[in-house]
């Protein structure tokens, strides 16, 4: 299983609908139930009843219809959760390993921003098993924070989200940077600066032959067309919104966030 981890407006989407036009990958739209289902794991011991909840958490969940369910039909989640050993990893490799033989693909991965807020759970329970690949997508918080403020999501984003960008990618990368056959850094500028360079090696950290259509603007999935989150997904790949802060941003509020993510800043070269 690919896990695809990196804060909102970082990228995710773009990469994992890239990655989705390739012939041998399938990157179903983000779920909500993977850390919930962690959190089960770790609080409920007797099978019998954790099953149940997670099988219906997966069903349940406001994202299913949109994301596995478009893959695989509930009888099929309902057999692989009271199949599959008691685990976060046995479960979730199940599943996507069963997205991936309905989609006649080698891999099947998840992407679900959100998720990274909430990894010490994923850790915990063992989420992240020998069999998973890590890509870890990371932005200049300065930039993220213009898109996520434009967005107009809650309005006291600049007093915590650049500790929770700092913080939680930190935390992923120190855990798996010497891991290279498990995890793989990219970063977002590099991505819209060179694609064909950074899919390429993407492609082999994955075991996979880069193909060209993964490039393509018309080859990704049309679930996001008219949202005005991804106006720009459906556009060539460009590098104009790199430092874009740099025109919009005001001291103060520059050095509010170098308070809040000097650390992270500066360990992915962001301050150099």
């Not at 954790?50 to 299913?64: K, M, P």
């Not at 802060?245 to 509010?256: F, G, V």
């Amino acid at each position: 299983m690919l896990f695809i981890f990196g804060m909102p407006r970082s990228g995710t989407t773009l990469l994992a609908q890239c990655l989705n036009a390739h012939s041998e990958i399938v990157i179903p739209h983000e779920t909500d139930f993977i850390i919930p289902m962690a959190f089960i794991l770790d609080r409920i011991k007797d099978q019998s009843i954790g099953r149940e909840l997670i099988y219906n958490l997966i069903v349940n969940s406001t994202a299913f219809t949109r994301s596995l369910g478009e893959y695989l039909s509930i009888q099929t989640v309902h057999e692989i959760v009271y199949a599959s050993k008691y685990t976060v990893t046995d479960i979730l490799q199940a599943l996507y390993q069963a997205v991936a033989k309905n989609e006649n693909a080698k891999i099947a991965g998840d992407k679900s921003p959100n998720d990274l807020n909430f990894l010490r759970m994923l850790v915990k329970t063992g989420g992240l098993g020998a069999n998973s690949k890590i890509i870890h997508i990371v932005r200049d918080i300065r930039d993220v924070m213009v898109s996520v403020n434009r967005a107009g999501w809650q309005a006291d984003l600049d007093l915590y989200f650049p500790r929770f960008w700092n913080n939680q990618n930190l935390y992923l990368h120190q855990l798996y940077q010497h891991q290279t056959a498990k995890y793989k850094l990219v970063k977002y500028e590099a991505l819209v600066s060179n694609p064909a360079s950074e899919f390429l090696n993407i492609c082999q950290f994955l075991g996979l032959e880069f193909e060209a259509e993964m490039l393509l603007s018309d080859k990704r999935n049309q679930r996001y067309r008219g949202q005005k989150a991804h106006t720009n997904l459906y556009n060539p790949i460009s590098d104009a919104s790199v430092g874009k802060y740099k025109s919009i941003l005001d001291q103060s509020t520059l050095d509010n966030y170098l308070i809040q993510a000097g650390e992270a800043l500066a360990k992915f070269g962001y301050l150099a």
